[in-house]
Protein backbone atom coordinates (compact mmCIF):
# COMPACT_ATOMS: atom_id res chain seq x y z
CA UNK A 1 0.00 0.00 0.00
CA UNK A 2 1.07 3.61 -0.93
CA UNK A 3 0.92 6.02 1.90
CA UNK A 4 2.67 9.02 2.97
CA UNK A 5 3.53 12.47 2.21
CA UNK A 6 6.61 13.70 0.37
CA UNK A 7 8.55 17.11 -0.85
CA UNK A 8 10.51 16.86 -3.84
CA UNK A 9 11.44 19.01 -6.59
CA UNK A 10 11.45 18.81 -10.49
CA UNK A 11 14.52 19.21 -11.85
CA UNK A 12 14.79 21.56 -15.10
CA UNK A 13 15.27 18.56 -17.15
CA UNK A 14 11.57 17.34 -15.63
CA UNK A 15 13.27 14.86 -13.75
CA UNK A 16 11.57 13.62 -10.55
CA UNK A 17 12.58 11.51 -7.52
CA UNK A 18 10.66 8.98 -6.40
CA UNK A 19 10.97 8.38 -2.40
CA UNK A 20 12.67 5.30 -1.77
CA UNK A 21 9.51 3.76 0.44
CA UNK A 22 7.53 3.66 -3.05
CA UNK A 23 10.22 2.31 -5.11
CA UNK A 24 9.76 -1.26 -3.84
CA UNK A 25 6.26 -1.45 -4.53
CA UNK A 26 6.15 0.44 -8.28
CA UNK A 27 8.47 -2.27 -9.97
CA UNK A 28 10.70 -1.92 -12.90
CA UNK A 29 8.07 -0.22 -14.61
CA UNK A 30 5.07 1.41 -14.09
CA UNK A 31 2.63 4.10 -15.62
CA UNK A 32 1.91 7.83 -14.77
CA UNK A 33 -0.85 9.21 -16.21
CA UNK A 34 -2.87 12.46 -16.07
CA UNK A 35 -5.03 12.09 -12.82
CA UNK A 36 -8.17 13.90 -11.32
CA UNK A 37 -8.04 17.24 -9.16
CA UNK A 38 -5.05 18.55 -11.50
CA UNK A 39 -2.58 15.89 -10.32
CA UNK A 40 -0.87 12.98 -11.92
CA UNK A 41 -1.57 9.26 -11.05
CA UNK A 42 1.19 7.14 -10.56
CA UNK A 43 0.36 2.90 -11.02
CA UNK A 44 2.33 -0.23 -10.57
CA UNK A 45 1.80 -2.24 -13.55
CA UNK A 46 -0.31 -4.28 -11.69
CA UNK A 47 -2.60 -2.42 -10.80
CA UNK A 48 -2.80 -0.34 -14.28
CA UNK A 49 -3.83 -3.59 -15.60
CA UNK A 50 -6.90 -3.87 -13.17
CA UNK A 51 -7.61 -0.33 -14.47
CA UNK A 52 -7.25 -1.00 -18.22
CA UNK A 53 -9.54 -3.99 -17.84
CA UNK A 54 -12.48 -2.20 -16.37
CA UNK A 55 -11.82 0.55 -19.38
CA UNK A 56 -11.85 -2.09 -21.40
CA UNK A 57 -15.35 -2.98 -20.37
CA UNK A 58 -16.97 0.27 -20.76
CA UNK A 59 -19.63 0.88 -23.81
CA UNK A 60 -17.70 2.79 -26.67
CA UNK A 61 -21.49 3.91 -27.66
CA UNK A 62 -21.33 5.90 -24.37
CA UNK A 63 -19.73 9.41 -24.98
CA UNK A 64 -18.72 10.18 -21.34
CA UNK A 65 -16.92 6.73 -21.17
CA UNK A 66 -15.01 7.82 -24.01
CA UNK A 67 -14.04 10.65 -23.43
CA UNK A 68 -12.81 9.37 -19.32
CA UNK A 69 -10.71 5.87 -20.89
CA UNK A 70 -9.03 8.87 -23.39
CA UNK A 71 -8.22 11.01 -20.68
CA UNK A 72 -6.38 8.12 -18.61
CA UNK A 73 -4.73 6.34 -21.61
CA UNK A 74 -3.88 9.08 -24.07
CA UNK A 75 -2.42 10.47 -21.17
CA UNK A 76 0.02 7.75 -19.78
CA UNK A 77 3.45 6.83 -20.16
CA UNK A 78 5.51 4.23 -19.14
CA UNK A 79 7.97 4.92 -16.80
CA UNK A 80 11.57 3.44 -15.59
CA UNK A 81 13.52 4.82 -12.59
CA UNK A 82 17.49 5.47 -13.43
CA UNK A 83 20.26 4.75 -11.21
CA UNK A 84 19.50 7.75 -9.08
CA UNK A 85 15.82 7.04 -8.29
CA UNK A 86 14.19 9.50 -10.28
CA UNK A 87 11.81 9.64 -13.34
CA UNK A 88 11.52 11.69 -16.53
CA UNK A 89 7.98 13.28 -16.50
CA UNK A 90 6.91 14.50 -20.31
CA UNK A 91 6.27 18.19 -20.84
CA UNK A 92 2.61 17.42 -21.38
CA UNK A 93 2.01 15.90 -17.97
CA UNK A 94 4.09 18.57 -16.48
CA UNK A 95 2.19 21.31 -18.08
CA UNK A 96 -1.30 19.20 -16.95
CA UNK A 97 -0.32 19.21 -12.96
CA UNK A 98 1.43 22.32 -12.82
CA UNK A 99 4.47 21.06 -12.47
CA UNK A 100 7.42 23.25 -12.11
CA UNK A 101 10.16 22.97 -9.02
CA UNK A 102 8.15 21.93 -5.84
CA UNK A 103 6.25 19.02 -5.64
CA UNK A 104 4.22 17.06 -3.31
CA UNK A 105 4.14 12.75 -3.71
CA UNK A 106 1.24 11.29 -1.86
CA UNK A 107 0.43 8.05 -0.87
CA UNK A 108 -2.96 6.90 -2.06
CA UNK A 109 -3.58 3.14 -0.80
CA UNK A 110 -3.05 1.80 -4.81
CA UNK A 111 -1.64 4.68 -6.40
CA UNK A 112 0.58 7.80 -5.86
CA UNK A 113 -0.07 10.99 -6.23
CA UNK A 114 1.88 13.77 -7.89
CA UNK A 115 0.85 17.45 -7.26
CA UNK A 116 2.53 21.15 -7.42
CA UNK A 117 2.86 22.03 -4.54
CA UNK A 118 0.59 25.05 -4.97
CA UNK A 119 -2.33 22.71 -5.72
CA UNK A 120 -1.76 20.48 -3.02
CA UNK A 121 -2.34 23.19 -0.62
CA UNK A 122 -5.27 24.30 -2.30
CA UNK A 123 -6.55 21.12 -2.60
CA UNK A 124 -5.83 20.53 1.05
CA UNK A 125 -8.58 23.14 2.52
CA UNK A 126 -11.19 21.29 3.19
CA UNK A 127 -13.12 19.88 6.31
CA UNK A 128 -12.39 16.46 6.26
CA UNK A 129 -14.97 16.33 9.37
CA UNK A 130 -17.88 16.91 7.27
CA UNK A 131 -16.42 15.11 4.31
CA UNK A 132 -15.81 11.88 6.93
CA UNK A 133 -19.78 12.10 7.33
CA UNK A 134 -20.87 11.46 4.09
CA UNK A 135 -18.57 8.66 3.73
CA UNK A 136 -21.05 6.42 5.80
CA UNK A 137 -23.24 6.44 2.58
CA UNK A 138 -20.00 4.19 1.37
CA UNK A 139 -19.89 2.07 4.14
CA UNK A 140 -16.65 3.15 5.60
CA UNK A 141 -17.54 3.72 9.32
CA UNK A 142 -14.33 4.66 11.58
Known sequence: MFMGEYNHTVDTKGRLIIPSKFRDLLGDEFIVTKGLDGCLFV???????????????????NKNARKFTRFLVAGATTCE?????????PQVLRDFAGLEKDVVLAGNINRIEIWSKENWTQNSDYSVDDIAEQMEDFGLII
Open 43 to 61: FPKNEWQIIEEKLRGLPLT
Open 81 to 89: LDKQGRILL
